[in-house]
T-cell receptor, first 110, second 111 residues
Framework: SQTIHQWPATLVQPVGSPLSLECTVE??????LYWYRQAAGRGLQLLFY??????ISSEVPQNLSASRPQDRQFILSSKKLLLSDSGFYLC?????????FGEGSWLTVV | SQQGEEDPQALSIQEGENATMNCSYK?????LQWYRQNSGRGLVHLIL?????REKHSGRLRVTLDTSKKSSSLLITASRAADTASYFC???????????FGKGTRLSVIA
């Protein structure tokens, strides 16, 4: 069966520090991969999606970036965090229409 | 935007009652999906209804789809406290377009 792992689960970072969130999927090949963000009291915002290695589409211009170095690995990064980057980050994958989500990473920028 | 919009934003009911949530969308779809999110967790897929289907059941869930009105509804029958969560609809369009989500409906089931 397919599983998705996302880490770290929680982190507190100072403004201006770098960020790296990692996500891996097991049990499937060539999945579409996604990063979403959910700010407090708001809906899910699609940040990035990828249909293959090295192929990244950005939905919202911001100081975040994403990379897909391997077929089932998706990384969300920032060189310098802003207070507004705080939120709940969700990695997800799909092969057909249904999306499967990880457990999320809580990021607090202080 | 190709996201669905859920209504109401919040719903509070007593355990045992039925809960109905609605979803509207703007462009033609291939299918529509409903997801649930428990507080502080990832979203979980509940059910998918195809554009040529009008109604679908899964356990205590009943989903309807009216493509002429570009709307869908999710009915949870005999609700339980464990159904307390946010519910999102996600219209799926042709091509490899990623799913986008609205703000969801926050359902509170009071024991």
């Amino acid at each position: 069966s397919q599983t998705i792992h996302q880490w770290p689960a929680t982190l507190v970072q100072p403004v201006g520090s770098p960020l790296s969130l990692e996500c891996t999927v097991e049990g499937t090949s060539n999945p579409n991969l996604y990063w979403y963000r959910q700010a407090a009291g708001r809906g899910l915002q699609l940040l990035f999606y990828s249909v293959g290695i090295g192929q990244i589409s950005s939905e919202v211009p911001q100081n975040l970036s994403a990379s897909r170095p391997q077929d089932r690995q998706f990384i969300l990064s920032s060189k310098k965090l802003l207070l507004s980057d705080s939120g709940f980050y969700l990695c997800a994958w799909s092969v057909a229409d249904t999306i499967y989500f990880g457990e999320g990473s809580w990021l607090t920028v202080v | 935007s190709q996201q669905g919009e859920e209504d109401p934003q919040a719903l509070s009911i007593q355990e045992g009652e039925n809960a109905t949530m609605n979803c509207s969308y703007k462009t033609s779809i291939n299918n529509l999906q409903w997801y649930r999110q428990n507080s502080g967790r990832g979203l979980v897929h509940l059910i998918l209804i195809r554009s040529n289907e009008r109604e679908k059941h899964s356990g205590r869930l009943r989903v309807t789809l009216d493509t002429s009105k570009k709307s869908s509804s999710l009915l949870i029958t005999a609700s339980r406290a464990a159904d307390t969560a946010s519910y999102f609809c996600a219209p799926t369009h042709s091509g490899n377009t990623p799913l986008v989500f609205g703000k969801g409906t926050r359902l509170s089931v009071i024991a």
